[in-house]
């Protein structure tokens, strides 16, 4: 045997599922000869219950076992591949054809008979099993028994479904043990929702200047998020903000006096990174905002960024965690050609222990206020051996709390944060825009790295606004959202996007006014009444995603064909053994791309995936319109940008 999978590319580190999460165990397994083997996995869940699956083979030609298991357990899973010959189906296979042909027949029937003697005798087999081996042994015994009669026997499918389940073993091969990390369902499935909670409840002052918000008025913003059908609401840091160099609108050097400069800059005289910024409110406040989001069915999420502004008491009392440069300051953060004058990065050369130490009290701290969830900023730019150390000794005590890792960076560094333990990671799907570009970023993640990373599809951020969305108008911000909803069971949206908030600072990808430097007062109501919101689309969106199990995995994504170069189309489907519900479920959803133009084509769509012949027809719903039509393997499809550019069609099962 060799191969396995689940795995992690260099076997340093877990794979890793969610509760509930549909998870391919695969293996190469053969050997010499014609005779044909049985492949079994071995799971014991972490409270010590074993089980036994078998995997089938794929007929690839490249001996691939697979079977897929629903762990609904949480902890860490062993399993360990176990390969064997298989006396029965090497029997049945000879005797078939044998039997078949006029060849050795007495001698297959004698053979046949035997083995089920054995399967008979075995301590544990059933009383109708037993009786069923029995008259089958004999029957295979009697002289005057046809050639026809003992094929029946041959090919019975009940016997054949007993051995699968309880095989004659022989020469048995045992792989080593290995671990699967199955985390809480939210660690990989969920609708993540970002505010600034200064900007909730903001007020534009008779001088001009605005009043910061609240955590208290924040909070009346709660129930809206929610009714959009979000899962977990992230927080931009909500600590004090430093003075010095503090940034003022759209990321100058030069802050009015009512500037509230950069969240991301933490600290100053009230304190650093386990403190609350006095215009939001207390840790008391803090706390009663995630009780208020409990009630709501939202989780919180604090962003954790670990740098401080030239005030943090950090800076006075361990200046050894930053960098000294020649002329005796200390160095500004930077990503070239930017230049960050309000933040200076934590250097871990100088004292590692001491830094460690802070991280872990910091993030102790917030998950004693209620925090179960933590999006770090730019974990690439510190080391990795410090994530995987942070994230197994939280987790240790703490395993329901879940890292977000915020690194648009290279694939393998953000690979590997990912295999060191970060529970999801953003991701390039903020970038990947044409139809060539989704299928093979939406093939990737769902295969290649599924067993280690989970992408969270962010359709925007405070920092981003893409050319897509800058010229893409509206259609294009419902283009994005539906792949992002459908696309994987992770995806997330920052405030402003249901307002088509497009218009970027010149020459950059980033929100003119952008929310990072300034206030930003909103009429959420307004909005809605006049028509002018994204939210019931986004609504809907979360709707259909909390209805149908197969939105809710990974590893089900199925790129299918069309005949046109803008107009994407997938499949994701969860057979109904592996169901929630016990119900089979099946999504197509097809896109267009495009968002300037009106897009017509066929689609052409590998129906046996939900189990319907290539040819027969079937009858599809789309989601969002409620509109019904008869469907087979090849479909033509209209798809206006302006008026509805998705279909996220549910296939209705036949009985």
Known sequence: MAQPFPSVPDGAFRPKAVVGEVVP??????????????????????SGDESLHRLHPLHDGFDHWEVSVVPLEQGVWTFRFEAFADEFATWEHAADLKIEAGVDAPLMREMGARLFERAAAEKGTPGPDRKRLEGAAAALRDPQIADEAALTIVRDPELARFFQTRPLRSLASVGPDQQLLVERERAGVGAWYEFFPRSEGAKLQKDGSIKSGTLRTATKRLPAVAAMGFDVLYLPPIHPIGATNRKGRNNTLDPGPSDPGSPWAIGGAAGGHDAVHPDLGTLADFRAFVRAAAAEGLEVALDFALQAAPDHPWVTEHPEWFTTLPDGSIAFAENPPKKYQDIYPINFDNDPEGIYAEALRVIRHWIAQGVKIFRVDNPHTKPLEFWEWLISTVNAQEPDVIFLAEAFTRPAVMRGLAAAGFQQSYSYFTWRNTKEELEEFLTSVSS????????????????????????????????????????????????????????????????????????????????????????????????????????????????????????????????????????????????????????????????????????????????????????????????????????????KETP
Do not use: C
């Not at 010499?32 to 996995?41: K, M, N, P, R, S």
């Open 448 to 651: 290649e790295t599924a067993d280690f990373m989970r992408p969270n599809l962010f359709v925007n951020t405070p920092d981003i606004l893409t050319e897509y969305l800058q010229y893409g108008g509206r259609p294009g911000y419902k283009i994005r959202a539906a792949i992002a909803a459908t696309g994987a069971p992770t995806y997330g949206v920052y405030a402003g996007y249901e307002l088509f908030e497009n218009v970027a600072r010149p020459g950059s990808e980033e929100n003119l006014d952008n929310e990072k430097y300034e206030l930003k007062l909103r009429d959420w109501t307004a909005s809605e009444a006049a028509g002018d919101s994204l939210a019931p689309y986004l609504t809907r969106l979360n709707e259909i995603r909390r209805a149908h199990p197969a939105l809710r995995q990974l590893r089900n994504f199925h790129v299918q064909w069309s005949d046109d170069d803008a107009i994407l189309v997938f499949a994701k489907r969860i057979d109904a053994e592996l169901s929630p519900t016990g119900v089979a479920d099946t999504i197509i959803v097809v896109a267009n791309v495009d968002p300037h133009s009106v897009r017509q084509s066929m689609v052409h769509l590998d129906t046996r995936l939900w189990n319907v012949p290539l040819g027969e027809a079937y009858q599809v719903e789309d989601l969002i319109t409620g509109e019904q039509w008869t469907w087979a393997d090849h479909n033509f499809v209209r798809l206006d940008a302006f008026h509805e550019p998705v279909h996220i069609l549910h296939v």
């Open 25 to 46: 165990f695969r293996v190469t397994a053969f050997r010499e000869g014609h005779d044909l083997i049985g492949v079994h996995v071995r799971l014991t869940s972490p």
